[in-house]
Structure formats: C-alpha cells, structure tokens
C-alpha cells in the first residue's frame, strides 16, 4: 500500500496512448520533478503523459510516482524506458497548474 492505497496497475493498448496530437505544455520542459523519489528532468509534458530522463530506466509495465512542481503527485504506468528515458501514462489526466 502507498499512502493507504493499493498500487494502481493498468495497460493500455499502444493505440490508445499514442497521443502526439495532444498539446505539449512546452514551459515545463527540463523542469525538475521527482520520479519515484529520485531527481528527474522533464522531457515533454501534456494531460495524459510525459517523457522523464532518469538517471536509471524503468521496466515496461512499471507503476511510478512522478512528483511535478505544481500539484498532488500522480501516478503513471511505464510505456517506454530506454538509456534513462521513460514514456509515462498518466493514471488520469492531470492539469497545468
């Protein structure tokens, strides 16, 4: 259990998380954030998603905690993780500020 609650695990066909269409909030790129309580940097960033660069990749599948500047931390399944690089999938979508 995480802060009293189970661990959410969920996967979503690669068709319904490809979202390049989605509006990438720009302003946020290379902002530092916290990715499972480890400094991280902020690739790209929209409602559903983001691409983190770690220090370490993440398994595919993985259920992370991704700590933003602004807001309550969110949780997001691993799509992609290569050389420190992960594609995360927000549990739900979260706003800007």
Same mark, same amino acid.
């Given at each position: 259990?995480?802060?009293?609650?189970k661990p959410v695990s969920f996967v979503a066909p690669t068709e319904e998380v490809e979202r $390049? +269409?989605?509006? $990438?909030? @720009?302003?946020? &790129?290379?902002? %530092?954030?916290? /990715?499972?309580?480890?400094? #991280?940097? /902020?690739?790209?960033?929209? #409602?559903?998603?983001?691409?983190?660069?770690?220090? $370490? +990749?993440? #398994?595919?599948?993985?259920?992370?905690?991704?700590?933003?500047?602004?807001? #309550?931390?969110?949780? &997001?399944? %691993?799509? &992609?993780? @290569?050389?420190?690089? +992960? $594609? /995360?999938?927000?549990?739900?979508?979260?706003?800007?500020?």
């Amino acid at each position: 259990m995480i802060g009293g609650h189970k661990p959410v695990s969920f996967v979503a066909p690669t068709e319904e998380v490809e979202r $390049r +269409s989605e509006v $990438r909030w @720009d302003q946020f &790129a290379g902002c %530092v954030v916290g /990715l499972e309580g480890n400094m #991280a940097r /902020l690739h790209d960033i929209c #409602a559903w998603g983001a691409r983190v660069e770690a220090r $370490r +990749s993440y #398994a595919i599948d993985e259920t992370v905690r991704l700590d933003l500047p602004w807001g #309550a931390p969110v949780r &997001a399944v %691993v799509l &992609a993780s @290569d050389d420190g690089l +992960s $594609r /995360l999938r927000f549990e739900f979508p979260i706003e800007p500020f």
